[in-house]
């Protein structure tokens, strides 16, 4: 299977019967674990019978709950796969070209399966949401992912105001989530290896009634239970780390749209924030 379990019961969830759709949230509810215990169990768990686990996996497109639960292990390898482990597979199966070639082609196929599988629809949803400005807007990503969120925040924070950055000090975090009022939006970025305060972030958020924006990568961040909208991204490519190329073409996407959509606004605070550059000299000019 080229999905993830997660996106097929996504897909096809409408499609399911009122009992399939009790084991799927089931095994939504704790993803991926649930699904790797025997079937008798997970049908247990969900109050169903164990045929209904049967069926479901069949109309998900599974032989049966053995091939379901080797695409569960397989997912899990994967989400949990070190730097080196990482490496090591691509060296073994690396073509014999040059590494820009290689990896281009690799983020080229990221693109095109990420925006193969976007809905302009929860673009637009997210572009309105960060232009309003009655929101304030929190921003936050974990070790490797803190580069990303700081590079949002730096933008994000010229074009409107109420913007915050959360710190990489995840101890902190509560003070600024006793501040989150209903409707405010919780940006957040979580790729494998998924962290557990980025989780707890998001089910702090939520529950005060804030909006979960979700960037995560094809197999899903536990955060994905909290997010009224997530991006799938692609991130794999010939290297022991993931790619960030095509989750910051979508942050830069959303920069674009967003100061587009409230330019009067923006314009006017780049306008001061050129004055105080040259208040502070902070960048010489050409003449100087």
């Known amino acids: 299977m080229d999905k993830p379990v997660l ?4 897909d096809r969830y409408d499609a399911l019967t009122r009992t399939e759709r009790r084991l799927a949230d089931a ?21 169903v019978s164990t045929p209904s686990v049967l069926r479901m996996a069949q109309k998900l497109g599974f032989s049966g709950f053995p091939d ?5 292990r397989a997912e899990l390898e994967a989400t949990i796969s070190n730097p080196i482990a990482k490496h090591d597979s691509w060296a073994e199966h690396a073509p014999n070209t040059h590494i820009l070639n290689r990896f281009a082609d690799a983020v080229m196929q990221n ?8 809905d302009p629809e929860d673009f637009d949803a997210v572009r309105t949401r960060l232009a309003d400005r009655r929101r304030n807007i929190l921003i936050a990503g974990g070790r490797i992912t803190h580069a990303l969120a700081q590079y949002m925040f730096t933008h994000m924070q010229v074009i409107r105001e109420n913007v915050t950055l959360l710190p990489p000090n995840a101890n902190t975090w509560p003070h600024f989530v006793l ?3 209903e ?13 557990n305060d980025t989780l707890k972030l998001a089910e702090m958020a939520r529950s005060k009634g804030a909006s979960i924006i979700l960037f995560t990568d094809r197999w899903g961040s536990p955060v994905s239970r909290f997010a009224e909208i997530r991006f799938n991204v692609q991130i794999e490519a010939p290297s022991a780390w993931d790619s960030s190329v095509v989750t ?3 942050v830069e996407a ?4 967003i100061e587009t959509d409230i330019w009067g606004v923006t314009s006017q605070r780049m306008k001061q924030l050129e004055g105080l550059f040259n208040e502070t000299r902070l960048f010489r000019k050409a003449r100087d």
């Open 248 to 250: 910051m073409f979508i």
């Open 254 to 257: 959303l920069i674009a749209a």
């Open 68 to 72: 379901l639960q080797a695409s569960l």
């Open 179 to 181: 501040n989150i009022r």
């Open 111 to 118: 693109m095109r399966e990420t925006l193969g599988a976007l």
């Open 27 to 47: 095994l939504l509810e704790n993803y991926p674990v649930a699904g790797l215990t025997s079937m008798t169990r997970l049908a247990e768990s969900a109050g």
């Open 183 to 195: 409707g405010d939006v919780l940006v957040a970025f979580d790729i494998r290896r998924y962290e």
């Open 7 to 10: 996106e097929l019961i996504r």
